[in-house]
T-cell receptor, first 115, second 112 residues
């Protein structure tokens, strides 16, 4: 297992288009997180899953955003009707659900540019 | 609501200096605190996880301390090197959850 994989690494799209990002976590990790990061800021929490259950969703995540983790393995983050303000780096992280071992392991991120 | 603040926002030091980065948080009912490093345009790399029952955690030249009661953590970097130049972020979970909230980071530049 080579860590957390995110695809695509870069996406350029026109305003109004839909985009989908995929995250493949470390195989034995049952927690999966999505964050959004803009230049000069720390990552902003979007949502997280334990197995296939979505435990919490940020109010930052408007109804244009949806995330799924259908079989408790990979996850997708879809943004519908993209806006220029959605331009950011979308980061995925995974961890174990054990309190002593829940180090977050991040992927390299998916950079979105909305023109 | 958990809020995380990191001071200073940016720091530039000559090579070899020891330095301290600060992280403060508002809700002290946490399981643990994590420190990360982020290189420009890249994802985050975990540096240290310190449990709420611990006061310190060390890895090589890095030492993180945690004072839950005062809502503070520090990351100490000994004998800094140009390769340490990066943004350092701390992350703390909100009360009773594993939803991690990040600070805005400290951008460190170590000059050769």
């Amino acid at each position: 297992d080579t860590g957390v994989s995110q695809d695509p690494r870069h996406k350029i799209t026109k305003r109004g288009q839909n985009v989908t990002f995929r995250c493949d976590p470390i195989s034995e990790h049952n927690r999966l997180y999505w964050y959004r990061q803009t230049l000069g800021q720390g990552p902003e929490f979007l949502t997280y899953f334990q197995n296939e259950a979505q435990l919490e969703k940020s109010r930052l995540l408007s109804d244009r955003f949806s995330a799924e983790r259908p079989k408790g393995s990979f996850s997708t983050l879809e943004i519908q009707r993209t806006e220029q303000g959605d331009s950011a780096m979308y980061l995925c992280a995974s961890s174990l659900a054990r309190p002593q071992a829940n180090v977050l392991t991040f992927g390299a991120g998916s950079r979105l540019t909305v023109l | 609501k958990q809020e995380v603040t990191q001071i200073p926002a940016a720091l530039s030091v000559p090579e070899g200096e020891n330095l301290v980065l600060n992280c403060s948080f508002t809700d002290s009912a946490i399981y643990n605190l994590q420190w990360f490093r982020q290189d420009p345009g890249k994802g985050l790399t975990s540096l240290l996880l310190i449990q709420s029952s611990q006061r310190e955690q060390t890895s090589g030249r890095l030492n993180a301390s945690l004072d839950k009661s005062s809502g503070r953590s520090t990351l100490y970097i000994a004998a800094s090197q140009p390769g340490d130049s990066a943004t350092y972020l701390c992350a703390v979970p909100t009360s009773g959850t594993y939803k991690y909230i990040f600070g805005t980071g400290t951008r460190l530049k170590v000059l050769a």
